[in-house]
């Protein structure tokens, strides 16, 4: 079964580091680009992160909200995606969900797999 | 950055009932434009991608169009199973950026 499972969230203070990681499994995950998202509660979606496949330079991407602070990263070895999260804010408390782009044709950063998330709460 | 724009932000319907919900971009982008249905305390299911290509396993009463700035999902025939929230999303360039999502309650 193809899946994505996410893990690493909780709570923690404003200012503390965090990492999540997306253990992929049922796909060969070194071929696909990986992603996280985040929903704050009661909110919309949001885009966090982007990192390619290693065939495409394994090049990443960020949002302007967690640039310089957030880093994402692979393991192809293990497939498991991660999101380092430092210096972390009150408004970076949300759901993180992980998932994997589509490799249809045409389906530019369409996201066909996702994680059931990991709640990530920063507050004092 | 590009702002996505959906309406209505909610919409009553009844089963049966045909829907149809927009989403507008601020720039163009050809088809780069995804639709996803989310469920509560369930991740997004992916819809629609390229604007119009169904998902694989995804029901055929769901369709998308459009291209450049504006674009539609429509649903026909509603059956229970449809009552969610409807995002829209584009995959023209980073940042990836949402709709404010439609939520579609049963009338």
């Known amino acids: 079964e193809v899946q994505l499972v996410e893990s690493g969230g909780g709570f923690i203070e404003p200012g503390r580091s965090l990492r999540l990681s997306c253990t992929a499994s049922?796909?060969?995950?070194?071929?696909?680009?990986m992603t996280w998202f985040r929903q704050a509660p009661g909110k919309g979606l949001e885009w966090v992160s982007f990192i390619r496949s290693k065939i495409y330079g394994g090049t990443t991407e960020y949002a302007a909200s967690v640039k310089g602070r957030f880093t994402i990263s692979r393991d192809d070895s293990k497939s498991i995606a991660y999101l380092q999260m430092n210096s972390l804010k009150t408004e970076d408390t949300a759901l993180y969900y992980c998932?994997?782009?589509?490799?249809?044709?045409?389906?530019?950063?369409?996201?066909?797999?996702w994680g059931q998330g990991t709640m990530v709460t920063v507050s004092s | 950055d590009i702002q996505m724009t959906q309406s209505p932000s909610s919409v009553s319907a009844s089963v049966g009932d045909r829907v149809t919900i927009t989403c507008r971009a601020t720039?163009?982008?050809?088809?780069?434009l995804v639709w996803y249905q989310q469920k509560p305390g369930k991740a997004p299911k992916l819809l629609i991608y390229?604007?119009?290509s169904l998902q694989s396993g995804v029901p055929s009463r769901f369709s998308g169009s459009g291209s450049g700035t504006d674009f539609s999902l429509t649903i026909s025939r509603l059956q229970p199973e449809d009552f969610a929230t409807y995002y829209c999303q584009q995959g023209k360039s980073f940042p990836l950026t949402f709709g404010q999502g439609t939520r579609l309650e049963i009338k």
């Open positions: 720039q163009g982008f050809s088809t780069w």
């Open positions: 998932a994997r782009e589509s490799i249809a044709p045409n389906g530019n950063h369409a996201f066909d797999i």
């Open positions: 390229a604007a119009s």
């Open positions: 049922g796909f060969s995950f070194g071929d696909y680009a």
